[in-house]
Protein backbone atom coordinates (compact mmCIF):
# COMPACT_ATOMS: atom_id res chain seq x y z
CA UNK A 1 0.00 0.00 0.00
CA UNK A 2 1.46 3.44 -0.83
CA UNK A 3 0.18 6.28 1.15
CA UNK A 4 -3.79 5.38 0.56
CA UNK A 5 -3.57 3.68 -2.59
CA UNK A 6 -3.03 -0.03 -3.40
CA UNK A 7 -1.59 -1.95 -6.65
CA UNK A 8 -2.80 -5.30 -8.27
CA UNK A 9 0.03 -7.83 -7.91
CA UNK A 10 -2.17 -10.58 -9.88
CA UNK A 11 -4.83 -12.03 -10.46
CA UNK A 12 -5.68 -16.27 -10.10
CA UNK A 13 -7.49 -17.88 -13.04
CA UNK A 14 -9.22 -21.13 -12.88
CA UNK A 15 -6.76 -24.55 -13.13
CA UNK A 16 -8.32 -25.04 -16.93
CA UNK A 17 -6.76 -21.70 -18.01
CA UNK A 18 -3.62 -22.76 -16.01
CA UNK A 19 -1.83 -24.39 -18.76
CA UNK A 20 -2.69 -21.48 -21.20
CA UNK A 21 -1.13 -18.79 -18.78
CA UNK A 22 1.75 -20.64 -18.06
CA UNK A 23 2.90 -22.48 -20.98
CA UNK A 24 1.59 -19.57 -23.74
CA UNK A 25 1.55 -16.20 -22.11
CA UNK A 26 4.22 -16.55 -19.93
CA UNK A 27 6.45 -17.91 -22.53
CA UNK A 28 5.12 -15.42 -24.73
CA UNK A 29 6.06 -12.59 -22.61
CA UNK A 30 9.95 -14.04 -21.99
CA UNK A 31 10.03 -14.39 -25.86
CA UNK A 32 8.67 -10.78 -26.60
CA UNK A 33 11.68 -9.47 -24.91
CA UNK A 34 13.98 -10.75 -28.24
CA UNK A 35 11.02 -10.83 -30.84
CA UNK A 36 9.50 -14.45 -31.28
CA UNK A 37 6.35 -16.93 -30.52
CA UNK A 38 5.64 -20.27 -30.09
CA UNK A 39 3.22 -22.05 -32.53
CA UNK A 40 2.76 -25.53 -32.89
CA UNK A 41 5.44 -25.86 -30.44
CA UNK A 42 8.14 -24.12 -32.57
CA UNK A 43 9.54 -20.84 -32.58
CA UNK A 44 8.48 -18.37 -34.64
CA UNK A 45 9.72 -14.58 -35.32
CA UNK A 46 7.12 -11.88 -34.83
CA UNK A 47 5.96 -8.24 -34.20
CA UNK A 48 6.15 -8.00 -30.44
CA UNK A 49 2.65 -6.87 -29.16
CA UNK A 50 3.03 -4.53 -25.83
CA UNK A 51 -0.22 -5.05 -23.94
CA UNK A 52 -1.22 -4.50 -19.99
CA UNK A 53 -4.21 -4.87 -17.92
CA UNK A 54 -6.72 -2.50 -18.55
CA UNK A 55 -9.10 -3.38 -15.87
CA UNK A 56 -10.95 -6.61 -13.88
CA UNK A 57 -14.99 -6.41 -14.63
CA UNK A 58 -17.29 -7.90 -12.09
CA UNK A 59 -20.67 -8.46 -12.34
CA UNK A 60 -22.69 -7.38 -9.53
CA UNK A 61 -26.54 -6.90 -8.85
CA UNK A 62 -25.44 -5.28 -5.22
CA UNK A 63 -23.72 -2.15 -6.95
CA UNK A 64 -23.95 0.49 -3.85
CA UNK A 65 -22.49 -2.31 -1.60
CA UNK A 66 -19.99 -3.42 -3.77
CA UNK A 67 -19.12 0.83 -4.59
CA UNK A 68 -19.24 1.10 -0.69
CA UNK A 69 -16.59 -2.02 -0.22
CA UNK A 70 -13.69 -1.16 -3.27
CA UNK A 71 -14.40 2.79 -2.59
CA UNK A 72 -14.67 3.20 0.91
CA UNK A 73 -13.14 -0.15 2.54
CA UNK A 74 -10.42 -0.83 0.15
CA UNK A 75 -9.99 2.75 0.04
CA UNK A 76 -9.55 2.68 -4.07
CA UNK A 77 -10.15 5.95 -5.92
CA UNK A 78 -14.13 5.82 -8.09
CA UNK A 79 -12.80 7.26 -11.71
CA UNK A 80 -15.72 6.46 -13.51
CA UNK A 81 -19.94 6.49 -13.20
CA UNK A 82 -21.82 5.72 -15.95
CA UNK A 83 -25.22 3.90 -15.89
CA UNK A 84 -24.89 0.45 -14.66
CA UNK A 85 -20.98 0.98 -14.83
CA UNK A 86 -18.29 2.07 -11.81
CA UNK A 87 -14.40 1.94 -12.22
CA UNK A 88 -12.30 1.92 -9.40
CA UNK A 89 -8.36 2.79 -9.66
CA UNK A 90 -6.34 -0.01 -8.54
CA UNK A 91 -2.74 1.19 -9.61
CA UNK A 92 -1.76 -0.19 -12.86
CA UNK A 93 -5.30 -1.58 -13.38
CA UNK A 94 -8.95 -1.05 -12.53
CA UNK A 95 -11.87 -2.68 -10.52
CA UNK A 96 -15.26 -2.03 -12.92
CA UNK A 97 -18.58 -3.18 -11.28
CA UNK A 98 -20.63 -3.87 -14.49
CA UNK A 99 -24.66 -3.80 -13.26
CA UNK A 100 -25.83 -7.65 -13.89
CA UNK A 101 -26.09 -11.13 -11.88
CA UNK A 102 -22.88 -11.98 -9.92
CA UNK A 103 -21.18 -15.40 -10.74
CA UNK A 104 -18.14 -15.80 -8.67
CA UNK A 105 -18.32 -19.76 -8.96
CA UNK A 106 -16.45 -22.36 -7.59
CA UNK A 107 -13.00 -20.76 -8.89
CA UNK A 108 -13.62 -17.66 -10.31
CA UNK A 109 -11.07 -14.89 -10.63
CA UNK A 110 -9.23 -13.81 -7.17
CA UNK A 111 -8.00 -10.06 -7.13
CA UNK A 112 -4.90 -9.92 -5.37
CA UNK A 113 -3.44 -6.29 -3.56
CA UNK A 114 0.07 -5.45 -3.15
CA UNK A 115 0.93 -4.87 0.29
CA UNK A 116 4.26 -4.60 1.98
CA UNK A 117 2.69 -5.35 5.59
CA UNK A 118 0.01 -7.65 5.26
CA UNK A 119 -0.91 -7.85 8.81
CA UNK A 120 -1.32 -4.20 8.87
CA UNK A 121 -2.88 -3.90 5.66
CA UNK A 122 -5.10 -6.56 6.90
CA UNK A 123 -6.04 -4.55 10.14
CA UNK A 124 -6.92 -1.47 8.61
CA UNK A 125 -9.60 -2.94 6.06
CA UNK A 126 -11.11 -5.33 9.04
CA UNK A 127 -11.60 -1.92 10.80
CA UNK A 128 -13.51 -0.74 7.63
CA UNK A 129 -15.49 -3.70 7.73
CA UNK A 130 -13.72 -5.80 4.84
CA UNK A 131 -13.73 -9.83 5.96
CA UNK A 132 -10.47 -11.11 5.51
CA UNK A 133 -9.19 -14.56 7.35
CA UNK A 134 -5.76 -15.39 9.11
CA UNK A 135 -2.50 -13.54 7.81
CA UNK A 136 -0.43 -17.09 5.90
CA UNK A 137 3.03 -16.09 6.50
CA UNK A 138 5.64 -18.64 5.00
CA UNK A 139 9.27 -18.39 4.66
CA UNK A 140 9.24 -15.51 1.95
CA UNK A 141 5.28 -15.65 0.80
CA UNK A 142 2.64 -13.52 3.44
CA UNK A 143 -1.01 -13.60 2.58
CA UNK A 144 -4.12 -13.41 3.68
CA UNK A 145 -7.70 -14.20 1.62
CA UNK A 146 -11.34 -12.47 1.79
CA UNK A 147 -13.95 -11.63 0.04
CA UNK A 148 -15.84 -8.73 -1.23
CA UNK A 149 -19.87 -8.43 -0.85
CA UNK A 150 -20.42 -10.92 -3.84
CA UNK A 151 -18.25 -13.10 -2.71
CA UNK A 152 -15.60 -12.47 -5.38
CA UNK A 153 -12.03 -14.19 -3.56
CA UNK A 154 -9.80 -11.42 -3.02
CA UNK A 155 -5.99 -11.34 -1.44
CA UNK A 156 -3.79 -9.72 0.42
CA UNK A 157 0.13 -10.22 -0.77
CA UNK A 158 3.83 -9.17 -0.19
CA UNK A 159 4.12 -9.88 -3.40
Known amino acids: MEGNRMRIAAIAVPRRFLYWF ?3 SCF ?4 G ?7 GGSIHKE ?14 GQMDA ?8 LGLAQVTTEKGWREF ?6 IALHSGQSSPGRKGPKIVFYA ?6 RETLVARGAKFGKVRQGEVLCLCD ?3 PDGNPIQLSNR
Open 22 to 24: SAA
Open 47 to 60: AVVEMEMARVILFT
Open 66 to 73: MSRFYGEV
Open 116 to 121: KDVAAV
Open 28 to 31: HARL
Open 33 to 39: AIGGSIH
Open 146 to 148: GKD
Open 89 to 94: DAGRAR
